[in-house]
């Protein structure tokens, strides 16, 4: 009898944990570019967070080991990801759509032009996704895929973002 009881809590220990949701794998994490700028020797790697092959969120990894990750319900809101924040200014913003179907979407970085009017202006790109995994297109040049971004900025703020903004 006791062996019976100790195979039926095994079968019933097995038919918990095997769900679904318990057999779900660890999120993955891809970097698929790397962004830079002339203020700082700072580097950030941007990467693709996912689970079971479908992304749930995207992350900022600086060289200095700190991680920040932009749920894809705050990249989607209307005012965005705030993904850059110094001396109280609003620096940078990421906001857009991701298609769950394709594993795509278009998005917009959105930057602080000018901080005395707090004027912003924005750059757009897609976010794509190969056999090799996510990678970020130019939306203007279509250059695939942009593996470094430079920030350039200015006295009043972030003049342009080159690799992802026309003209740069």
Known sequence: MKRYAYTVSVFLALAVFSSPEALATSPVA??????????????????????????????GKSNGGAIQQFSLSDISSSSGALIYETQGYK???????????????????RYLSNGLFGSYKSCNFTLRRDAQGWYVENAYTHVKPVENVFVKTSSLGVSTIVGLCPGT
């Open 30 to 59: 891809q970097d698929f570019m790397q962004v830079t700028n002339d203020k700082t020797t700072d580097k950030v790697e941007v990467g693709a967070l996912s689970q079971d092959g479908n992304l749930i969120a995207l992350y």
């Open 91 to 109: 620096v940078l913003f990421l906001q857009g759509t991701f298609d769950a179907r394709t594993q795509e979407g278009d998005f917009t970085m």
